[in-house]
């Protein structure tokens, strides 16, 4: 459905809640093995991007340890998230963690207010905040704490740093990437904004990504418009025989 609607790529998300016992972080699944041929992506002559991405429900201060640890497993993923239930693991998450992705809570109200220093400290780290839609067309309640709770997030962050996504388990849960940036904009985002959380800033995020599992850095290009030519200001060749007469 994702090629469909116009996404050229898609995450596949591997959820671990410590809370539940024998968590393990197992291998990431290979898209080959899930899709024996990946769709074009409708528009274009390219195939869809399937990467993968772990997320971990952390609700103690020991569950970051797993993170701070150099398990060969989660340098297999290409997108690292985690999802604090406590302030002070928020603010862990966002000055400390090597990860991608902080998730915010969107189906009830938040335990805790929002910092502006642990929110600036993970902008300059290049960690994204992650809202979800899927919960607020689900159901009305969940709908109110979306948006209160994206809104307090605004307030500290300005819109910067923001992806939203969808964390569908169902086709029908799936929106299009303009009714996603339509939906940004009843959580507080500008219209420039509401669209970079769901291309540019994706994109950023998955080049964190990139970044955290080599441990040096990554160049992307882009093709630079070119700027329209100023125009001349200068007299013209027959004025100026006329005023030097």
């Known amino acids: 459905?994702?090629?469909?609607?116009?996404?050229?790529?898609?995450?596949?998300?591997?959820?671990?809640?410590?809370?539940?016992?024998?968590?393990?972080?197992?291998?990431?699944?290979?898209?080959?093995?899930?899709?024996?041929?990946?769709?074009?992506?409708?528009?274009?002559?390219?195939?869809?991007?399937?990467?993968?991405?772990?997320?971990?429900?952390?609700?103690?201060?020991?569950?970051?340890?797993?993170?701070?640890?150099?398990?060969?497993?989660?340098?297999?993923?290409?997108?690292i998230a985690v999802f604090p239930k406590t302030e002070k693991l928020f603010h862990i998450a966002c000055t400390t963690l090597d990860v991608d992705l902080v998730c915010i809570n969107v189906t009830e109200k938040l335990p805790f207010y929002f910092r502006r220093p642990p929110v600036n400290m993970a902008i300059d780290r290049g960690i994204y905040f992650e809202l979800l839609y899927t919960p607020a067309i689900k159901d009305s309640t969940m709908r109110r704490y979306t948006i209160s709770n994206a809104i307090s997030l605004m307030q500290i962050c300005k819109g910067k740093n923001i992806v939203i996504s969808s964390a569908a388990e169902r086709p029908l849960e799936l929106r299009g990437p303009y009714d996603v940036a339509n939906l940004g904009l009843l959580f507080g985002l500008s219209e420039s904004e509401a669209k970079a959380a769901v291309s540019t800033n994706c994109r950023a995020t998955v080049l964190h990504g990139e970044t955290r599992k080599t441990a040096c850095g990554v160049v992307y290009t882009v093709k630079k418009p070119r700027k329209v030519e100023e125009e001349e200001t200068t007299v013209p060749a027959c004025k100026k025989a006329k005023t030097q007469a």
Not at 12 to 22: P, R
Not at 48 to 77: E, F
Request: some cysteine; hydrophobic content about 40%.
């Open 1 to 79: 459905v994702c090629f469909s609607v116009g996404y050229s790529a898609v995450a596949l998300n591997h959820v671990i809640d410590f809370k539940e016992k024998k968590q393990e972080i197992i291998k990431p699944v290979s898209p080959s093995e899930l899709f024996p041929s990946l769709p074009i992506v409708q528009g274009t002559s390219k195939r869809i991007k399937v990467l993968t991405r772990l997320t971990l429900v952390v609700s103690d201060p020991s569950h970051c340890n797993l993170l701070r640890s150099t398990s060969a497993n989660i340098r297999l993923y290409d997108i």
